[in-house]
């Protein structure tokens, strides 16, 4: 067969068994995966091509388990506005939901032991204002102009079988500033487009997401680190005894509470 009739030969997907179309093939490593199956797949997840029949079919099994989870998930807070961090702080998870529609996007639920650090990463682009001259030549103004366009993007460092990161961007769209909408005779070196209420009021919303899940990895790791930590002998109120509380801080001799 040649390459044009390669091109318009049927496939079909190694996971649900239905026909692909022309278009409509996504690449495994060791086979062929429809649209509708891959769509399935996490967001996060960008090693498709490298994967095999077998590793896609057990990630769609994780994403089953994982809408389970989305049903059940109470959301106690919320940070961002496009694209939010929501936490069930009961649970000790959270999500990173791009749509309107949690359940319908299925985002990945994470726990608080998964998270291995989150940075805030801020994209400036610098942009000098001209005038135009009677001859119609482009000069800079003096003291130069400028306006500046901003995006704000968090990234949250996870242990995940399926991803190492969730990048996300935080505003919708640019956040363009330009010194005449700021005040008057601000055109010189002293403005500072930092200083605009939009560019701060992304700037704070990236730092509160920051804030906190390293809050969040901290508390997990010093939480693991206690309860690793060797457990000290005490004595008893009720009976006397020098014990080792057990797991419920009880006494091992009387069953009475001692704490840890």
Not at 132 to 146: A, F, K, M, T
Not at 197 to 204: G, I, N, S, T, V
Request: glycine residues 8%; proline residues 5%; aromatic residues 10%.
């Amino acid at each position: 067969m040649g390459l044009f009739g390669k091109l318009f030969e049927k496939k079909e997907c190694d996971i649900c068994g239905g026909e692909i179309g022309l278009l409509g093939n996504r690449k495994l490593e060791d086979g062929n995966l429809c649209k509708d199956c891959a769509k399935k797949l996490s967001y996060w997840f960008d090693d498709r091509r490298h994967s095999t029949v077998e590793e896609i079919r057990a990630q769609l099994a994780y994403r089953e388990e994982n809408q389970k989870k989305v049903n059940e998930f109470n959301v106690t807070r919320t940070l961002g506005r496009n694209t939010l961090v929501v936490l069930d702080e009961d649970k000790r998870q959270f999500m990173v939901v791009r749509t309107g529609n949690m359940r319908a996007e299925n985002p990945d639920v994470i726990d608080y032991s998964q998270v291995t650090g989150c940075d805030l990463d801020i994209d400036e682009d610098r942009h000098e204002e001209m005038r135009q001259l009677d001859d119609g030549r482009e000069v800079s103004y003096n003291p130069p102009r400028y306006s500046w366009s901003y995006d704000f993007y968090v990234t949250i460092r996870v242990n995940h079988p399926y991803f190492d990161d969730m990048r996300f961007k935080l505003n919708g769209s640019n956040v363009e500033i330009e010194p005449a909408n700021f005040g008057r005779g601000t055109f010189g070196a002293q403005f500072n487009p930092r200083n605009h209420p939009d560019f701060r009021e992304y700037e704070e919303m990236g730092k509160e997401i920051k804030q906190a899940l390293t809050q969040i990895r901290q508390e997990t790791r010093e939480s693991a680190a206690a309860a690793n930590a060797p457990k000290r002998p005490v004595i008893c109120p009720l009976c006397g005894a020098t014990t080792l509380p057990d797991a419920n801080g009880c006494c091992e001799y009387c069953g009475g509470p001692v704490g840890a």
